[in-house]
Nanobody, 127 residues
């Protein structure tokens, strides 16, 4: 199995920035997607951003222009840089990993497509 751990959450004011980290260990995949999702109590888990092992990225409309997903050179840590945070960004943020076909270029955008999940990191944005 793959062990996934998020870190970097916290309480910030509107307009501030925050960077979340996602560290994965265990099984090594040559091709994969790392997705970021968020969830507010009583609501569905929402897609935020994704990055593939080939470097492709995709963002939700709410994240586009404010959030940036990246990974380190060793591909074991993925980051979600969140700028200009808004109160509506308040949620538990989850990092997830799924293996991808080496020949696939498709990015996975749905929570049900992911197999390995972190424990979640609380992000609270005050106004």
């Amino acid at each position: 199995q793959v062990h996934v751990v998020e870190s970097g959450g916290g309480l910030v004011q509107a307009g501030d920035s925050l960077r979340l980290s996602c560290a994965a260990s265990g099984r090594t995949f040559s091709s994969y997607c790392v997705g970021w999702f968020r969830q507010v109590p009583g609501q569905e888990r929402e897609f935020v951003a994704v990055i593939s092992s080939s470097g492709g990225t995709y963002y939700s409309d709410s994240a586009k222009g404010r959030f940036t997903v990246s990974r380190d050179s060793g591909d074991d840590t993925t980051y979600l840089q969140m700028n200009n945070l808004k109160p509506e960004d308040t949620a538990v943020y989850y990092c997830a990993v799924v293996q991808r076909s080496p020949t696939s270029v498709a990015l996975r955008l749905h929570a049900w497509e992911y197999d390995y999940w972190g424990q979640g990191a609380q992000v609270t944005v005050s106004s």
